[in-house]
Structure formats: structure tokens, C-alpha cells
């Protein structure tokens, strides 16, 4: 099992900057995708950035030029960089192992997740 454990969020102004680390259990880390989704209030949860084992990424539209995934396999860590950000960046972030669906109902042990807020 993945058993994320997410950290870096908090409170930021618009245009501001986080970084968003996830760690995750299992000797297997360097051969997964790695996903970075975030559900608003009220929203379906979205997948937000994604990194293959080949470090090949793709993200959302959204997100395209202002978000960075990247990944450390000696520490089993996956980190999302959020530059620019805007109120509607607003949500709680979680990261998993991306198994094909962009909303994550084919994945499975989801950790708290780390809450991003972006407001003046």
C-alpha cells in the first residue's frame, strides 16, 4: 500500500508560492506514477500533476506553467512547487499512485491530504 503522508500547506496570498511534499511506504516508489490531485469544496477530486517513473510529467490545463512536479526516489517523496497561485487553487491537496483515472477512484489508502488556501 501507498499510505501517503502529505505536508507543506497552509494559508498564502494570491501569486504567492508552495511547496507540497508527499512521502510515501513501499520499496517499489521508483517504478510508480505519481499523482497530485486536490477536491474543493463542494467538487469532484482532480488530478492535478502526474510524474511517471521515466520522470516523464503531465499536468492539467489548470495548473500548466505555474505547478512543478518533481521527485526524490532515495526518500520515497514526491513534491508539487505551486507558483502563482490563485484563490481558485483553493482545496485540499492529497498525492497517490496514479492507476489511470484522473479523479482517483481506482486508488486506494488515501492519506489526510494538506490544505492549500489562497486568499488576501
Known amino acids: 500500500q501507498v499510505q501517503p503522508v502529505e505536508s507543506g500547506g497552509g494559508l498564502v496570498q494570491p501569486g504567492g508560492s508552495l511547496r507540497l511534499s508527499c512521502t510515501a511506504a513501499?520499496?517499489?516508489?521508483?517504478?510508480?506514477?505519481m499523482g497530485w490531485y486536490r477536491q474543493a469544496p463542494g467538487k469532484q477530486r482532480e488530478l492535478v500533476a502526474r510524474?511517471?517513473?521515466?520522470?516523464?510529467?503531465v499536468y492539467a490545463d489548470s495548473v500548466k506553467g505555474r505547478f512543478t512536479i518533481f521527485r526524490n526516489n532515495a526518500k520515497n517523496t514526491v513534491y508539487l512547487q505551486m507558483n502563482s497561485l490563485k484563490p481558485e487553487d483553493t482545496a485540499l491537496y492529497y498525492c497517490?499512485?496514479?492507476?489511470?483515472?484522473?479523479?482517483?477512484?481506482?486508488?486506494?489508502?488515501w492519506g489526510q491530504g494538506t490544505q492549500v488556501t489562497v486568499s488576501s
Open positions: 497517490n499512485r496514479f492507476l489511470g483515472r484522473t479523479d482517483g477512484n481506482d486508488s486506494s489508502s
Open positions: 513501499g520499496n517499489t516508489f521508483h517504478r510508480w506514477t
Open positions: 510524474i511517471r517513473s521515466d520522470d516523464i510529467k
